[in-house]
């Protein structure tokens, strides 16, 4: 190898790559190398030995990017650029794929969704003030602070979301589960366009239909967890006689409930968006891909929050940009116009294509997660193998 860095490189730079690159003929014609035959030999051995040390870096840096994650997920800022770039390149590479899928598949879901969160709970508010009667009394009755402005925000938000998810079921639970369950069969290698690719797709949208429905009652067990836990901190201060003081107790009280409830949403959610993926990969649902992903974000939390930033923040971005130009637009107009119609559809295409993408960026976080994990596991083995050797050598 040292030779061929030595020798084959200093002939390519003085002739070698110009021989391979403008006529081998010409050149050796110039040069004098058909006069001697033992020249031709020479600078084909040299040429030779070039391609092989340019084949060994070639199958080196292969190599080192199969290991890319292993390497790069050592530091969490390393590992979050690595799954950005990984997840936009594997969106290129089945851009045909991942395209047709969100035109056929999640296109109706996020449809459906724009229109709910954008149109239809806003000209809904008859029902939504009834939801959000109804949590008014249970936050009442659980002494909740309600002249506080952060419950009566947390209010409004859930009563939007519980109107929201009802409206938008039956499009999840068919179009978007099945567009979820093809995206991450085609991002773990299925492409293929034949019968046994469908069937293997059917079997994944039960698996994870299973894990979503599963996922929503977890969902609605955290919400209960989190509003008992407030439950007895407001009652505890209540009985403290901090409630009644007048200073600033009350507020920082709601405050920290206030974050502790939006970190442990915020962890649940990423949770059950990693379970889809452990479910359709391991083709199993219910509560084991549950368990499953809850150990692999266990030790990478900050991590995971800071993958799943981008992908939500887009999807709000262009929820608002929907809402900028298409609804507003059509509240000045009053009527649907073609453009109008147009540019909505667009929209909506374009939030189809970012639910891909988060998709995408679930399934390279458990690619990055499993890798993360073999590697602790065989780190950890190695310091009990370590530690044996070094109790040994004391007893000896």
Known sequence: MLAASRGGLRSASRGGLLVAS??????????????????????????KRLLGLVAGVACGLLSASRRGCSRLCR?????????????????FDNYHHFTSIAALLVF???????????????????????????L??????????????????LNVKLSQTVFSFVSTLPFTVTFLIAGKASVIHV????????????????????????????????????????????FVVFNAAELLGLSDSGGASLPLISAAGAVLYSVVIANATVVCGLALVVSAVTNRGGDVPVLEAWRLVRRR????????????????????????????????????????????????????????LEVIINCKFYEACTTMAIDDEHDEHKEELEAEEKAAGLHI
């Open 108 to 134: 109706p879901a996020s449809v459906a969704s724009l229109i709910v969160s954008q149109v239809l709970v806003p000209s809904s508010e008859p029902l939504v003030r009834a939801i959000s009667l109804r």
């Open 22 to 47: 403008r006529g081998g003929l010409l050149m050796a014609s110039r040069g004098g190398l058909l006069a001697d035959p033992r020249r031709v030999l020479l600078a084909a051995g040299h040429f």
């Open 136 to 153: 008014s009394a249970l936050f009442r009755a659980a002494r909740f602070p309600s002249s506080s402005p952060l419950f009566a925000i």
């Open 187 to 230: 991002v773990f290698g299925g492409r293929s366009r034949s019968r046994r690719s469908v069937s293997v797709s059917l079997s994944l949208f039960r698996s994870v239909l299973l894990t979503y429905l599963f996922n929503s009652f977890l969902m609605l067990s955290v919400n209960a967890a989190v509003f008992a836990f407030l």
């Open 301 to 356: 939390a900050s991590t995971a929050l800071a993958v799943a930033l981008p992908a939500n923040l887009c999807l709000a971005a262009v929820e608002a940009l929907f809402r900028h130009r298409v609804v507003r637009r059509y509240d000045v107009a009053g009527e649907l116009s073609w453009a109008l119609l147009y540019e909505a559809v667009s929209v909506a295409y374009l939030y189809a294509l970012l639910l891909v």
């Open 75 to 91: 530091l969490p800022q390393e590992c979050i650029s690595w799954i950005v770039r990984s997840s936009i390149n594997v969106f």
